[in-house]
């Protein structure tokens, strides 16, 4: 059973940057059929699609945050990292990382988020 | 790109049926048939209970179904069960290769 589990500070002050790293476990992320991706959702609101990327690299962003994210893949580790730059107290949440299943068994195109983390709350303050 | 649009709240009786709907735009729900739903109960990460707009992953009951009818997904839940009460997302793929989630349905089973 695939497993993803989120780490980084839980608290920074404005205009920091935040980084969080995904850790993969029970399969690779080297895997040709997957995205890794990035969910955010503020406190008591909906989720907040950031962005992905394929283990070579290749990336897509949410156009409101592509400006301020990044985010890297580490093979050798098997793990994925999210940088979000210049942050405000607007960019506290529950961040989460998920798997991206692109392409179902039979080769087509089928995209959906299988396998979650469960999720680190990151709070911006002064 | 825009949130899709889902009601905030939806009810019903142990035993009913209820329909959520996610509306977008021909660039994601009405463009392309990768439309997904997701399950969220308080504190926990989201589940997968729909994708490819009605195929449900192994595991799903089938009490849960969706279709789509030109901008607008929907999501099916009949004889509901206190279980269900969570909060529910669509998901869809979009012409920019992107992914948007919609606002989100709190159910409520009365």
Known sequence: QVQLQESGPGLLKPSQTLSLT??????SISSDVYYWSWIRQHPGKGLEWIGYIWHRGSTYF??????RVS???????NQFSLNLSSVTAADTAVYYCARVRQRDSSGYFSPLFDFWGQGTLVTVSS | QSVLTQPASVSGSPGQSITISCTGTSSDVGGYNYVSWYQQHPGKAPKVL???VSKRPSGVSNRFSGSKSGNTASLSISGLQAEDEADYYCSSHTSSSTEVFGGGTKLTVL
């Open chain 2, 50 to 52: 729909i994708y490819d």
């Open chain 1, 22 to 27: 995904c850790t993969v476990s029970g399969g």
């Open chain 1, 62 to 67: 949410n156009p409101s945050l592509k400006s």
């Open chain 1, 71 to 77: 985010i890297s893949v580490d093979t050798s580790k």
